[in-house]
């Protein structure tokens, strides 16, 4: 079974519509991060959370909020979905005082 | 501005036909360099951590070499499997973000 698994793995939905992609692992790291993808550019932290308690936002968080239900569990919530929010979309996690970071297989999302 | 160059954008090779792939960086103190490699439709999956000048790292037929300025990821008799698009980040010093690049696109011909 993979370590960290995203769902769901693709979503198509419409301009303004709420939606959440879910992160989960099994690797019982403390610190998780979401990332988004686009083409032309690297990957770009949206949020990143060190402990249940400890959430913080990254360099493009506008239009993006996170809940941290467990150390396990780590969702990214669209409150209102804009095309430009179309995306590849990762979630990672790491170990307090590691660099490595391991990824998620990815959520592919379009925004019509 | 902190930024990671990587070059080239795209990479073809034969099967064997040995090269290397560069990622050049600015940054305000450098916590770590990263490898990572991503195949389609997957995330990206961890090859090594580079920490200081001089520093080298090898897997299989993959070496990471780094200076005060870049990194190199040389690839040696590489085969089909080893197509893929290669990462590179740096970790900037003081913050715990992470700059990556937007990578190469390396394509193994048999």
């Known amino acids: 079974d993979a370590d960290v698994t995203q769902t769901p793995r693709n979503r198509i939905t419409k301009t303004g519509k709420r939606i959440m992609l879910e992160c989960s692992q099994t690797k019982g790291h403390d610190r998780m991060y979401w990332y988004r993808q686009d083409p032309g550019l690297g990957l770009r932290l949206i949020y990143y959370?060190?402990?249940?308690?400890?959430?913080n936002k990254g360099e493009i968080s506008d239009g993006y909020s996170v809940s941290r239900q467990a150390q396990a569990k780590f969702s990214l919530s669209l409150e209102s979905a804009i095309p430009n929010q179309t995306a590849l979309y990762f979630c990672?996690?790491?170990?307090?005082?590691?660099?490595?970071?391991?990824f998620g297989p990815g959520t592919r999302l379009l925004v019509l | 501005e902190d930024q990671v160059t990587q070059s080239p954008e795209a990479l073809r090779l034969q099967e064997g036909e040995s090269s290397s792939l560069n990622c050049s960086y600015t940054?305000?103190?450098?916590?770590?360099l990263f490898w990572y490699r991503q195949d389609p439709g997957k995330g990206p999956e961890f090859l090594f951590t580079l920490y200081s000048a001089g520093e080298e790292k090898e897997k299989e037929r993959l070496k990471a070499t780094l200076t005060k300025k870049e990194s190199f990821l040389h690839i040696t008799a590489p085969k089909p499997e080893d197509s893929a698009t290669y990462l590179c980040?740096?970790?900037?010093?003081?913050?715990?973000?992470?700059?990556f690049g937007t990578g190469t696109r390396l394509k193994v011909l048999a």
């Open positions: 959370s060190f402990d249940v308690k400890d959430i």
């Open positions: 990672a996690t790491s170990v307090d005082g590691q660099e490595t970071q391991y």
């Open positions: 980040a740096v970790g900037e010093g003081g913050t715990y973000k992470y700059i």
């Open positions: 940054v305000s103190g450098l916590r770590g």
